[in-house]
């Protein structure tokens, strides 16, 4: 059964059972805008968004980023699909666009805190893509288990006018993995701003 989180909601990563989740996934799927032509046609514009993940220590310094330049964590624990430049172009396939993984098993013992990021690279404003919709779940690429946090990004309260957004934070608390449903927007307008962001405000 499927865990709704709502923002700034904050779990355990256990199953029902009590044991520990040991692999997480970070699914984002989304559309490319239409545009109306001025011949009374549309057309399709690709939209390039970049979910990117950032290890930090206790201290709060950076310790890796996986993102599309990237795609694997240098102790091999958590991996990225790769760069989807287009988004859905013939309409919503229900398949994520990007997916990180994450094995807890592999982590670097230094890490204190996993924090997922979402940035549009052309600069298109949430508000103006058709869907866009974020999950975090157990399971792999291949196979959802179960999810435990959603969001929709274009019908999202506060979403339009921005182009980048902290999606949640994985924390480490007494020996256990714990979830920071975050899903909030920032006014970054790349990477690296939103990683300062992430350090000073949600960690």
Known sequence: M???????????????????????????NWGAIENKSWLGGTTKEAVDLDASC?????????????????LNSKDGAIK?????????????DGLDNEIITVNFNKLNTNVSYVAFV?????GHDFGKIPFATIRIYEGTPTKVNEVFA???????EGFAGH???????????????????IGEPT??????????????NYL
């Open 2 to 28: 499927a865990i709704n989180l709502q923002k700034g909601q904050r779990i355990n990563l256990q199953k029902n059972n009590g044991t520990k989740i040991q692999n997480i996934c970070v699914g984002i």
């Open 54 to 70: 950032v290890l930090f220590d206790s201290s709060k310094n950076r310790i890796d980023t996986i993102y599309f330049g990237s």
């Open 80 to 92: 990225h699909s790769g760069d989807d430049l287009t988004g859905d172009m013939d309409g919503d």
């Open 118 to 122: 979402l940035n549009s690279f052309r």
């Open 150 to 156: 959603g969001y929709d990004i274009v019908k999202g």
């Open 163 to 181: 182009v980048s957004m902290v999606l949640g934070t994985l924390y480490i608390k007494n020996n256990e993995w714990k979830f920071n449903a």
């Open 187 to 200: 006014k970054d307008k790349g990477l690296e701003e939103t990683i300062k962001t992430v350090a000073q």
